[in-house]
């Protein structure tokens, strides 16, 4: 028996690479081996939920929010109605509070009622969920476009669809994980192609209120990958602040660059990041993998759900989880604003 014991064989798997480990033990260190054997489970297990964002998820919410159905989700109009419907039921049966009285922040556009859709997560740190991170992106389109193939519809899958189930996940896993010191908005914007209307009013709104505002990210445009020589996404407004580094830095890959052509179009001031950076002077991004070579149906009818790259989407959203959670969870606030 004690020659059966001494070449007792432990074999586990680790889950995040699909390999086997073989650990020999003896009689004595079978108890101290199984303990070590159960935490690595444990860290492997943590690293799977941290990686829990699956394709099937992603590519069900883009193709419904992308569909027909809704009528290229233009401010107003019952198409966005159902965007909105959706994404308050996404937020409810995963435990994601309303920040105000409801998830609806509603505001007008002349005569047209528009309304972002406010996601909530508390910060389990008594100190630090006084201090909030927004992510965000627009979930509304402009409804229709010159017609192709008798197609009128602009179903703005990449613009910005995209965006709005990234964000959509990332609530999902940290409702999940419940892995944040800071509290976190997730906000979806309404009449962004309509001049930047949801996201301005829900900033003017957040700064009457004196919120503790630390960053805020917004997700433009990510349904479809760079080319392989080029990093994976860029961040408008590069150098205003150490934001994409720190961000690379968390997340332990160079994911994040800096793309000239953001600067030369000025994209800083044209996506939803910008009424956040205007009224709180905090770093405030829009982060794309749009860049004008790699997608050609911008305001499109051909900006459709097969038209993205889901594969590359899951994996965006997956890596960029420890580097939104390094982020949410520094002890100090690190990202700042560069001088000048």
Request: some cysteine; hydrophobic content about 35%; charged content about 25%.
């Amino acid at each position: 028996m004690k020659r059966i014991f001494s070449l007792l064989v432990l074999v586990f798997i680790l889950s995040c690479g699909g390999q086997k480990q073989i650990i020999e033990t003896n009689p004595e260190t079978v108890v101290q081996n199984t303990s070590e054997v159960q935490t690595k489970i444990a860290e492997n297990k943590a690293i799977e939920i941290k990686k829990h964002v699956n394709l099937k998820d992603v590519k069900t919410s883009l193709e419904y929010l992308a569909s027909d159905e809704l009528e290229g989700r233009n401010t107003g109009t019952e198409g966005i109605e159902k965007a909105a419907v959706y994404i308050e039921k996404l937020f409810k049966e995963n435990n994601i509070k309303p920040y105000f009285e409801t998830y609806r922040d509603s505001f007008n556009v002349k005569k047209i009622v528009g309304y972002n859709v406010v996601g909530y997560i508390e910060g389990n740190d008594p100190k630090l969920k006084d201090e909030f991170v927004i992510l965000g992106a627009h979930y509304d389109h402009i409804g229709t476009a010159k017609e192709v193939n008798g197609d009128k519809i602009a179903n703005g899958a990449n613009d910005d669809a995209s965006g709005t189930v990234a964000v959509l996940e990332w609530a999902k896993h940290f409702s999940k994980t419940k892995s944040n010191k800071r509290s976190i908005l997730f906000t979806l914007y309404s009449a962004e192609e309509m001049g930047l209307k949801g996201s301005g009013h829900l900033a003017e709104r957040l700064k009457k209120q004196n919120l503790d505002l630390y960053t805020m990210i917004n997700f433009e445009m990510i349904g479809v990958p760079r080319a392989e020589n080029e990093i994976m996404a860029y961040m408008s407004g590069y150098g205003k602040s150490n934001l994409a580094k720190k961000l690379n830095a968390y997340g332990g890959d160079e994911m994040i660059g800096f793309f000239p052509k953001a600067k030369e179009f000025n994209l800083f001031m044209r996506s939803d990041n910008y009424p956040f950076y205007k009224e709180f002077k905090v770093p405030a991004h829009a982060i794309s993998t749009f860049d004008f070579t790699n997608f050609e149906y911008y305001h499109h009818v051909d900006d459709e759900a097969d038209k993205m790259d889901f594969n590359h989407m899951t994996n965006f959203i997956n890596k960029m989880i420890p580097a939104l959670e390094g982020m949410i969870n520094t002890p100090t606030k690190e990202i700042k604003m560069n001088n000048g």
